[in-house]
């Protein structure tokens, strides 16, 4: 092998190493509350979703509890990418029921307004910072 082609693998190698390949999201903890018109909301899809430099997106989701406690999981790993996260709300009480039949029950209404559904245009914003672990957020209940 020339030493011109050592050098420049060499070199590839070392760039490669640095960092300038793909980058990893850092994951750090994420709980909070989540509440609808100030009060705990059970049964939200609650993700958060992370922009990273490369261009991809590193997504973290929970289930709020009764008492609107989230805790996020990325993957299998706790937590959600540090950085500026979109916030995305989905009512989980619409997607586990089943569709009325004969003396079966209305499905309830929608609590979560549309725009909380999409990353594209949902309004709420989180920065994740690492040694933030607490986290709450508050919309208004569908109108």
Known sequence: MSRLVQSSVL???MVLASGCG???ARITPVE???KLNGKPAANLLVQFHHMTADGKTVSASGV???SGKFVLKS???EGAAEGNNKV???DNNLATEDEPG???KKL???RISQEYMSVSTTPLEVIVEAGKKEYEINIPARR
């Open 32 to 34: 909070g509350v989540v």
């Open 102 to 104: 004969p003396g079966m």
């Open 75 to 77: 993957g299998d790993r």
């Open 22 to 24: 793909p980058t990893a």
């Open 64 to 66: 709020s509890d009764a």
């Open 88 to 90: 995305t709300l989905v």
């Open 108 to 110: 309830p209404p929608n």
């Open 11 to 13: 070199l590839l190698a």
